[in-house]
């Protein structure tokens, strides 16, 4: 993904740290925002993981730090929960200026709750994923209730929460009282997909079930097996992007992406060596996928290695030659498989790449037919390609 970081203004006159985070080729099919967890922030390594996977189905995102939280002004006493849609709000007012207006809006945890409110009130937000979310904001206090039990509206209080100190004050607590989160839950009436962990320590399942009966058709639900309610491992957070990006097709005006210039770029790959390790973001006009090294020479094994994709290039191309021959000469094949191997063998001296293609072809064929069938998978474009002569241009932007 390509970043840009942003300034935006809220009603109380505070900056909101802000990143858009835009697909590799730079042409959103459409945008979305990121509301974080609580007390988490923009730059959390799930929020930014969880963009990856929604930028590979063409979706821009806009995550930003709330009130108080990040590097956004203002204290975090500020960052109640009407702040926090407050929040919501102005985000979606400079996406409107500066961009377009979203129709997609995720939220994590409380910030799945502040998502869900938001939406009941912004047009065009048409469709809600929720990731371990609460099904009653009230839920929130449960972490620090035993420290502010007599706190009084005005007066402040330093609370540990999740291992961190900060200071709210009683109107802090009130915040997540003006609320009605299940009642809003019902009339919202716009599709939500509802991703949780079963064993989430922090907001247990059954908030999850409660979202999904309180929620009107169409909704979803997703279980993040295996997963901890902040999705520390990457490969849960990646998944999470993924099956929104997926889910949210059916939902969301996903605009084709301009005609590329054949004279440009036709895919984009970009690894970004702060972040990431091999794990590699790769795009076309209109599709995207990962590329990693496995995990025993250092990748995090996320998606095919470079030379599994030139092998399944070989592979994609060797079966749909084959359908088109079979199919203009009538033929009964039902099935075709191609198996690629890739190896590097000395050859006089010198190394040279050496791939194996064995074919499986399934229907109503007799010899004389899969042989030919076989003469005819050694003339696809990507096997011509990788047989002769290639020229690489390199240049510099």
């Not at 926090?84 to 979203?102: G, R, S, T």
């Not at 938001?118 to 469709?127: E, Q, W």
């Not at 309180?214 to 909704?219: G, I, T």
């Not at 990457?234 to 939902?251: N, T």
Request: hydrophobic residues 40%.
């Amino acid at each position: 993904m390509k970043t840009t970081a942003l300034k935006i203004d809220n009603q109380k006159g505070n900056d909101l740290q802000a990143f858009i985070d835009f697909p590799n080729n730079q042409q959103p099919k459409q945008y979305a925002i990121f509301a974080h967890c609580f007390t988490c922030n923009s730059q959390f390594n799930a929020a930014r993981s969880i963009v990856q996977g929604l930028n590979r189905a063409g979706i821009a995102v806009l995550r930003f730090d709330f009130t108080g939280l990040g590097k956004s002004t203002g204290e975090f006493s500020e960052s109640h929960f009407e702040a926090n849609i407050d929040d919501i709000l102005a985000v979606n007012n400079y996406m409107k200026e500066h961009y377009q207006l979203p129709e997609l809006i995720i939220g994590h945890s409380l910030g799945g709750a502040a998502a869900i409110v938001a939406a009941s009130s912004l047009d065009n937000i048409k469709a809600v994923a929720t990731i371990g979310t609460p099904s009653d904001i009230g839920h929130t206090t449960k972490h620090f209730a035993d420290q502010i039990s007599h706190l009084g509206t005005d007066e402040k209080a330093e609370v540990t929460i999740g291992g961190r100190s900060f200071v709210i004050t009683g109107r802090f607590v009130e915040g997540f009282k003006q609320h009605n989160l299940p009642e809003i839950t019902k009339k919202l009436r716009k599709p939500i997909l509802i991703l949780h962990a079963p064993f989430d320590e922090i907001v247990g399942i059954e908030n999850a079930h409660e979202i999904y009966q309180n929620a009107m058709h169409p909704k979803s639900f997703v279980s993040l097996d295996g997963a901890n309610h902040l999705l520390s491992n990457k490969a849960d957070s990646l998944y999470v992007g993924e099956v929104i990006g997926i889910w949210a097709k059916r939902y969301i005006n996903l605009k084709e992406s301009p005609k590329n210039d054949p004279e440009q770029h036709q895919v984009v790959g970009h690894l970004n060596l702060i972040e990431d390790n091999f794990t590699t973001s790769i795009h076309s006009q209109n599709h995207g996928l990962i590329a990693d090294e496995p995990l025993d020479v250092g990748g995090d094994n996320l998606g095919m290695s470079p030379y599994e994709l030139v092998s399944a290039g070989l592979a994609a191309c060797t079966v749909m030659t084959v359908k088109l021959y079979a199919e203009r000469k009538k033929w009964n094949l039902q099935e075709a498989f191609a198996y690629i191997s890739h190896k590097k063998e000395t050859v006089d001296n010198k190394k040279i790449d050496v791939f194996t293609k064995t074919l499986q072809f399934i229907g109503d064929l007799d010899d004389q037919q899969k042989e030919r069938l076989r003469q005819i998978a050694g003339k696809c474009p990507v096997h011509r390609t990788l047989e002769g002569e290639v020229q690489i241009e390199t240049t510099l932007i």
